[in-house]
């Protein structure tokens, strides 16, 4: 059980340049979100899902793109980078949005637009 | 807007000594709260979770409580170890339509020496 995974770890994109951050959990949860974290800020919700086929924006959605084809994979595109989206992204997910259930965070990406 | 509000921002204290750090919020109508522990480099992790009816919860050597009235929470750590040096972070949600969205505050940023 592998829990939340992302890839990749660290990603340096030139200004303009697209790409995936991926994101994968094995724990068949129906809720899944993207958050963007900062240096002196809250976590920010970017993206959720409710299930395979629904997405939803969050605080901050402009600048990416997300899809849910599969209960497994939430995948978050940036369509093209720009310097204010340095940041470190985390992927979580949790079997319900009920009150009480546990959400899980994946390990971050650490991405970087120059 | 719904607000989180955490202090101190940051705390040093030797190990072995309690401390307790403070969450105060303005969110409605307010579903959870809860509070993570972040490592650096790392993914936030649950320490617990509370609803309206709770308003104490323990995970071993952490205990938060919850004055809905007030809407404050506290999280004490009892008898420090190094390794609870970490950013603290509080959570508290609001229900939208069936979902459950997240408001994050700063975190506070506990130092453990020995």
């Known amino acids: 059980n592998a829990g939340v995974t992302q890839t990749p770890k660290f990603q340096v994109l030139k200004t303009g340049q697209s790409m995936t951050l991926q994101c994968a959990q094995d724990?068949?949860?129906?809720?899944m979100s993207w958050y963007r974290q900062d240096p002196g800020m809250g976590l920010r919700l970017i993206h959720y899902?409710?299930?395979?086929?629904?997405?939803d924006q969050g605080e901050v959605p402009n600048g990416y793109n997300v899809s849910r084809s599969t209960t497994e994979d939430f995948p978050l595109r940036l369509l093209s980078a720009a310097p204010s989206q340095t940041s470190v992204y985390f992927c979580a997910s949790s079997y319900s949005l009920q009150r009480s259930y546990e959400q899980y965070f994946g390990p971050g990406t650490r991405l970087t637009v120059t | 807007k719904n607000q989180v509000e955490q202090s101190p921002q940051s705390l040093i204290i030797l190990e072995g000594k309690n401390c307790t750090l403070q969450c105060n919020y303005t969110v409605s109508p307010f579903s959870n709260l809860r509070w993570y522990k972040q490592d650096t480099g790392r993914g936030p992790v649950s320490l617990t979770i509370?609803?309206?009816?709770?308003n104490t919860k323990s995970n071993g050597r952490y205990t938060a409580t919850l004055d809905a009235d007030t809407k404050q929470s506290s999280l004490h750590i009892t008898a420090s170890q190094l390794s609870d040096s970490a950013s603290y972070i509080c959570?508290?949600?609001?229900?939208?339509?069936?979902?459950?969205?997240?408001?994050f505050g700063r975190g506070t940023s506990l130092i453990v020496h020995p």
């Open positions: 899902s409710v299930g395979a086929g629904i997405t």
């Open positions: 724990m068949n949860h129906e809720y």
């Open positions: 959570v508290v949600s609001a229900s939208r339509g069936g979902s459950y969205i997240p408001t």
């Open positions: 509370m609803t309206f009816s709770e």
